[in-house]
């Protein structure tokens, strides 16, 4: 059993910067891929950018040379920045975890296949 919680959300201007951190907990929190997915009002669930305990990265095209994922193995952490942030943006970030062996991170992302799901962080990008 795994549990993901999510932090750093919040309102920003079009344009400026937000971190977000998803933090793991349990022992096999290094075993698996962690994913960013968010939820617009009156959209679908979408993964943003996913990423496996070796660093394999995908990031879904919206989002490419804004966000970047990153993970610290140390601390079970993984993080996304947003630079540059849009009003299209604005969702609630939700994190999730999956065992790496089952799911590569693009199939993570695009099938939405997170196994261990945060409750969730609003991002509100408006000016």
């Keep these: 059993q795994l549990q993901v919680v999510e932090s750093g959300g919040g309102k920003v201007q079009p344009g400026e910067s937000l971190r977000l951190s998803c933090t793991a907990s349990g022992s096999t929190a290094d075993s698996h891929s962690i994913g ?27 989002v490419k ?20 942030l849009k009003p299209e943006d604005t969702a609630v970030y939700y994190c999730a ?4 062996m089952m799911v590569t991170p693009e199939n993570m992302c695009i099938r939405l296949l997170g196994r261990y799901w945060g409750q969730g962080t609003q991002v509100t990008v408006s000016s």
């Excluded at 617009?40 to 996913?50: I, L, M, N, Q």
């Excluded at 975890?97 to 790496?100: C, E, G, K």
């Design 36 to 62: 960013w997915f968010r939820q617009a009002p009156g959209k679908e669930r979408e993964g943003v950018s996913c990423i496996s305990p070796h660093n394999t990265t995908y990031y879904t095209n919206s």
């Design 65 to 84: 040379g804004r966000f970047t994922i990153s993970r610290d193995n140390a601390k079970n952490t993984v993080y996304l920045q947003m630079d540059s």
């Design 97 to 100: 975890a999956r065992l790496a």
